[in-house]
């Protein structure tokens, strides 16, 4: 099997111009005879949604949520990225593309991330007509903040809730369209399968959360645009019940899944207190401005007060290793360098799982009220949480799996290797290579949603005339019995452990073996103990109540019975990965000091994984990565 | 810590609930009020009782899921939501409440889960921009004063949580509806539709069951975003002005 990446011929900045030009198109009223089925109502399926809908599309768009208003790109703080240009500092799309490619460490696909460049100034329009108030100066014009990654000052916000204003703009202008007839909403309904016909994606098999039906939806392309897969960890960032199961379900319905082993792990989180918890909370890392990160020299000093431990006691190891960028080393640096700390027994707090961020030196230097004014929300926020005063004693922080670059593999149309199945936002590969740049997410599921997929589509329904699929197609009766089958086993097995424990074990797992740094050791033995923790969990389960009624423990052990099975690929594609990049740090594949070493003569490739059946190894497909534009170069922050 | 809870469990809408009582043992003053509920499910479990049914989501107080009422209070003690609230905010030995959001037009589904679908067809009404993705000016060609900008984010904060009508002894989601009218109604590119919107949202407001606003205050008191509530003042002025244009046929 090879790749076709559909990448459309000519230079570099005018692929996207000139795929406009010759792209097939679909007329207004044939458009109303085609129905779309968009799974995931965030910043990618809303804006798809909508957007298709305004078109003229019959769109019908699900979410487990009971509101598409709350999926999670709501809770995204800081801001989008646009090469607007508005500070006059010298930004252009091609410098936000090649920030873009350099901060994935040289592992995404060229072309896409032009044209996300290209289309990111039209997002910031388009959110602005429809009323999302961005932040703005005394002039009345737009404001931008700087963010890691980037020289220019690119990034849009509206107070730290940028996220939640852009997908409730969204969010509008999917309601709107819902008042419209042109959109149904399928609220509190997941996705469990996905329906094939004659090898293309024709429907899928969703479950009323409510009352637990069953029930099969035909259509004629299949978008998915349900997030990433963090939870995996059990602990991230991730809501609760962001999951990998649509995305899960369409790989083993023959989906290459590509470079599930590049996950993000952002460095300043409010540490685990407890087995109890049951999700991490970000502090935005803007505060690594003005906080110096430390740990005691000594082992035995972990347990004292901070306060008591004199200044030659304390480590500043972020200072210490990088002397010119400090305490402002990039995410994946900080991250690995705060667990080297723990790793070596001088962490603090609750289980040794912590570094400190002092913001002393700053309150001595600026005042109180400076601090207060700068990080005040953040500070709250804080003693909210932990109960302990950060103007007092240092915060505690500790890395948390955040975001997930890997997700299905697509062609340049946004389609998977199944005709007809589409995969927008995080759930996709395509844009972030190995690591994704602050401010970029929320570009790029907005750019998927709202002005690349209503130009692609067209590719593949013009080829759909008079193929309308028979909803009582075996495949549909066949796939809704499957579903059946799995719900009736989950409740049948009657053991003795809760869906949350297995979870948590995973989560552990994955996160010692294939969390911040991976080598082959540990890898290996994380690929003997999934399986085993899976065989547990088929045979030990523990869910009581019944499968026709709100039963959150049911939902939740079909998302774990996934994520323990996708775990699995996950290590396989680390472990297959020989060389460290981005997110994916291998302690084998290092420089003397400590820094990420790239194979770029062997692992300049797209790892796409190929389901053969149960308990057969996937199969590796390679999409080579081939830049015309770029030259690739090594990243170094000493 | 130790609790004690009384958590309504009510089997489906056409059931009847009652308050049960479930002891809440060991739990860590740090666990968040959802995490202390995550406890005692498993500690169900374990004894052969069907785990409490809540919403929830992000857990970090955005998302606009969780919707318990604590105490007779919505979201509880402190300003912000359900899961954002913290065990050591109460009493060791303490006996709490939890009931779920109660207004008319939240219908119970099951035990603390109730159907707020209620808030998004008022949104589909009106709350929006018609605006085509693709059709926009430039970002930048429409000035818009710092101070309006602002009192735009201050209404558009709304998490949609419904704490408001869950509060009201009206049982009036106007804060709620009176915030997406400010947010879009104070930016220029929203004027063009304000009179059709607050017209059509306050009627299917109406048509909801939502009461009206006799100012108790409830809702501020509550509101995890703060959103405050003169912008229902605000809402009235411009329904009074848009429903005496749409009689005199001048608009809508």
């Given at each position: 099997m090879t790749l076709d990446a559909k990448i459309p011929a000519g230079p570099l900045d005018k692929k996207w111009t000139s795929f406009k030009n010759t792209a097939k198109l679909v007329n207004p009223a044939n458009k109303r005879k085609f129905e779309i089925i968009i799974v995931g109502s965030g910043l990618a399926g809303a804006a798809a949604a909508a957007t298709l809908g305004e078109q003229g599309y019959r769109v019908k768009c699900f979410c487990y949520q009971d509101s598409p208003r709350r999926a999670h790109s709501i809770a995204a703080q800081g801001g989008i990225n646009a090469a607007k240009n508005y500070q006059n500092d010298g930004d252009s799309v091609y410098r936000l593309f090649y920030d873009t490619i350099k901060g994935g460490d040289f592992r995404a696909r060229e072309a896409n991330v032009h044209r996300l460049a290209e289309v990111s100034s039209l997002i910031i329009d388009q959110c602005v007509a429809q009323g999302v108030p961005?932040?703005?100066?005394?002039?009345?014009?737009?404001?931008?903040?700087?963010?890691?990654?980037?020289?220019?000052?690119?990034?849009?916000?509206?107070?730290?809730?940028?996220?939640?204003?852009?997908?409730?703009?969204?969010?509008?202008?999917?309601?709107?369209?819902?008042?419209?007839?042109?959109?149904?909403?399928?609220?509190?309904?997941?996705?469990?399968?996905?329906?094939?016909?004659?090898?293309?994606?024709?429907?899928?098999?969703?479950?009323?959360?409510?009352?637990?039906?069953?029930?099969?939806h035909a259509g004629d392309a299949v978008l998915l645009c349900t997030g990433g897969y963090g939870n995996v960890f059990y602990l991230s960032t991730n809501a609760r019940g962001c999951n990998v199961t649509a995305t899960y379900r369409a790989f083993k319905r023959g989906a290459l899944f590509a470079n599930p082993c590049y996950t993000q792990i952002h460095p300043t989180c409010i540490p685990v207190s407890g087995d109890y918890q049951s999700k991490l909370t970000l502090m935005s890392e803007s505060l690594r401005n003005d906080g110096r990160v430390w740990v005691p020299k000594r082992k035995e000093d972990c347990g004292k007060a901070p306060q008591d431990i004199p200044e030659d006691a304390r480590d500043y190891y972020l200072e210490r290793k990088y002397p010119s960028y400090g305490n402002l080393a990039p995410r994946d640096i900080s991250s690995r360098s705060a667990k080297e700390v723990c790793d070596d027994g001088r962490g603090v707090g609750p289980g040794g799982l912590g570094v400190y961020l002092d913001f002393s030196a700053a309150i001595k230097r600026l005042g109180k009220h400076v601090i207060e004014e700068r990080y005040g929300n953040l500070f709250e926020m804080y003693h909210n949480i932990t109960g302990e005063d950060a103007y007092e004693r240092p915060m505690r922080i500790y890395p948390a799996v955040h975001y997930t670059m890997g997700g299905l593999w697509v062609d340049y149309n946004l389609m998977s290797n199944i005709p007809g199945l589409h995969v927008l936002g995080e759930a996709n590969f395509s844009d972030h290579g190995a690591n994704r740049l602050g401010a970029s997410a929320l570009m790029q599921g907005l750019a998927d949603g709202y002005f690349v997929i209503p130009n692609t589509i067209g590719d593949y329904m013009a080829g759909q005339f008079g193929k309308q699929v028979d909803p009582k197609a075996p495949a549909f009766a066949e796939a809704v019995q499957s579903v059946k089958d799995r719900v009736a086993k989950l409740m049948s097995i009657k053991g003795t452990r809760t869906v949350d424990s297995f979870h948590r074990e995973l989560g552990h797992i994955m996160w010692d073996k294939c969390g911040m740094a991976r080598n082959k050791e540990g890898l290996e033995e994380a690929l003997q103990r999934i399986p085993k923790l899976r065989e547990e969990f088929w045979s030990n389960l523990k869910l009581l109540g019944g499968p026709n009624e709100i039963n959150m423990e049911l939902e939740r052990a079909g998302r774990v019975?996934?994520?323990?099975?996708?775990?699995?690929?996950?290590?396989?594609?680390?472990?297959?990965?020989?060389?460290?990049?981005?997110?994916?740090?291998?302690?084998?594949?290092?420089?003397p000091d400590g820094e990420a070493l790239r194979n770029d003569d062997e692992y300049a490739y797209v790892a796409a994984w190929k389901y053969e059946g149960e308990g057969k190894a996937p199969t590796l497909i390679k999409e080579p990565l081939v830049y015309e534009q770029v030259k690739l170069s090594t990243r170094s922050y000493k | 810590m130790n609790f004690t809870l009384e958590v309504w469990r009510q089997k489906g809408p056409k059931t009847e609930g009652k308050l049960e009582r479930y002891e809440a043992k060991n739990v860590p003053a740090e666990a968040s009020f959802l995490e202390m509920l995550d406890i005692v499910n498993e500690d169900l479990t374990h004894?052969?009782?069907?785990?409490?049914?809540?919403?929830?989501?992000?857990?970090?107080?955005?998302?606009?899921?969780?919707?318990?009422?604590?105490?007779?209070?919505?979201h509880g003690p402190g300003r912000g939501t359900t899961c954002q609230l913290y065990m050591r905010k109460f009493r060791d030995g303490q006996t709490i409440t939890i009931e779920p959001f109660r207004a008319d037009s939240f219908p119970l589904e099951r035990d603390l889960v109730v159907n707020r679908a209620a808030y998004d067809r008022i949104i589909q009404a009106g709350g929006f921009i018609s605006e085509r993705a693709g059709s926009a000016p430039d970002a930048n060609s429409v000035p818009i004063p710092k101070i309006v900008a602002d009192q735009a984010m201050d209404a558009a904060a709304c998490i949609g949580c419904g704490a408001c009508a869950a509060a009201?002894?009206?049982?009036?989601?106007?804060?709620?509806?009176?915030?997406?009218?400010?947010?879009?109604?104070?930016?220029?590119?929203?004027?063009?539709?304000?009179?059709?919107?607050?017209?059509?949202?306050?009627?299917?407001?109406?048509?909801?069951?939502?009461?009206?606003?006799?100012?108790?205050?409830?809702?501020?008191?509550?509101?995890?975003?703060?959103?405050?509530?003169?912008?229902?003042?605000?809402?009235?002025?411009?329904?009074?002005?848009?429903?005496?244009?749409?009689?005199?046929?001048?608009?809508?």
């Open positions: 961005f932040a703005r100066e005394y002039g009345g014009l737009l404001d931008n903040r700087s963010f890691g990654g980037a020289q220019v000052s690119r990034t849009f916000y509206a107070r730290g809730q940028t996220g939640q204003q852009l997908l409730l703009g969204a969010y509008a202008a999917l309601s709107h369209q819902i008042a419209l007839g042109s959109v149904k909403m399928f609220p509190k309904t997941e996705m469990m399968d996905l329906v094939l016909v004659d090898g293309h994606a024709k429907g899928i098999v969703v479950r009323d959360m409510v009352t637990g039906e069953i029930t099969s019975a996934d994520f323990l099975e996708f775990g699995e690929l996950m290590c396989l594609d680390a472990l297959n990965r020989n060389e460290s990049c981005g997110g994916h740090f291998r302690t084998e594949y290092q420089t | 004894k052969n009782i069907e785990p409490i049914q809540f919403d929830s989501d992000c857990r970090e107080g955005i998302c606009g899921n969780c919707s318990l009422t604590i105490n007779g209070v919505p009201c002894p009206n049982g009036s989601a106007m804060l709620f509806v009176s915030a997406k009218v400010a947010h879009l109604g104070l930016l220029p590119q929203g004027k063009p539709e304000n009179d059709r919107r607050v017209l059509n949202m306050v009627r299917q407001m109406d048509k909801e069951g939502f009461g009206n606003c006799s100012n108790y205050y409830a809702c501020e008191a509550v509101c995890p975003a703060g959103i405050p509530a003169s912008f229902i003042a605000r809402m009235n002025r411009s329904y009074s002005v848009a429903s005496i244009k749409e009689s005199i046929g001048v608009t809508v």
